[in-house]
């Protein structure tokens, strides 16, 4: 594998159950992301990753809770989630913060 | 406050002629910009950048220009092929900080 790939694709869940995202980047990045991307909306930056430390936590409701355990790895953990949090989440690497990043092909979560 | 805008949401394009896609911000010290490519059902893929201190930067077919006085960024496509059909997502950044993206510009070719 190569890149960055996230597991699953497509989710559907119910408001009551939790589930959990990952993303694994095969670039030797040092840097992860997790975006949102709603309709008709800018991606979102949800969290950020630097050598396994969250550096950036933007206002994000505590029913996300990302996980960094290895610079190759991340997930989010989801429960108890609402309809409006259905969107494509992408997950994302860079070599360092700044840097380019690279996106996975994201999972496209149904919440019912 | 939105930072990056993309004030079209879609552009048609004939093949074989150019495509302008534009893009405006607002934080004067921005100082790199990014174009992403984005198919459906796909994460997006990094396109061409430019730094600040440049006012063009090209590769292949696209060539991104840059207008500080203006704050605008524009990417043009020449010739546009069918398989330029996706979403553009302009983006930028400021020294050490995170991407601030627009909304993206509907890209579609006609054959």
């Known amino acids: 594998e190569t890149g960055v790939t996230q597991t699953p694709r497509h989710l559907v869940m119910g408001m009551t159950n939790k589930k959990s995202l990952k993303c694994e980047q095969h670039l030797g990045h040092n840097a992860m992301y997790w975006y949102k991307q709603s309709a008709k909306k800018p991606l979102e930056l949800m969290f950020v990753y630097s050598l396994e430390e969250r550096v950036e936590n933007n206002s994000v409701p505590s029913r996300f809770s990302p996980e960094c355990p290895n610079s190759s790895h991340l997930f989010l953990h989801l429960h108890t989630l609402q309809p409006e949090d259905s969107a494509l989440y992408l997950c994302a690497s860079s070599q360092e913060f700044k840097d380019t990043q690279y996106f996975g092909p994201g999972t496209r979560l149904t919440v019912l | 406050d939105q930072q990056v805008k993309q004030n079209s949401p879609s552009l048609s394009v004939q093949e074989g002629r150019i495509s302008i896609l534009n893009c405006d911000y607002t934080?004067?010290?921005?100082?790199?910009f990014l174009w992403y490519k984005k198919y459906p059902a796909e994460g997006p893929t990094f396109l061409i950048s430019?730094?600040?201190?440049?006012d063009k930067n090209e590769d292949g077919r696209f060539t991104v220009f840059l207008n500080k006085s203006a704050k605008h960024l524009s990417l043009h496509i020449v010739p546009s092929q069918p398989g330029d059909s996706a979403v553009y997502f302009c983006a930028a950044s400021l020294g050490n900080e995170k991407l601030t993206f627009g909304t993206g510009t509907r890209l579609t070719i006609i054959p």
């Open positions: 934080n004067s010290m921005f100082d790199y």
């Open positions: 430019i730094s600040s201190i440049k």
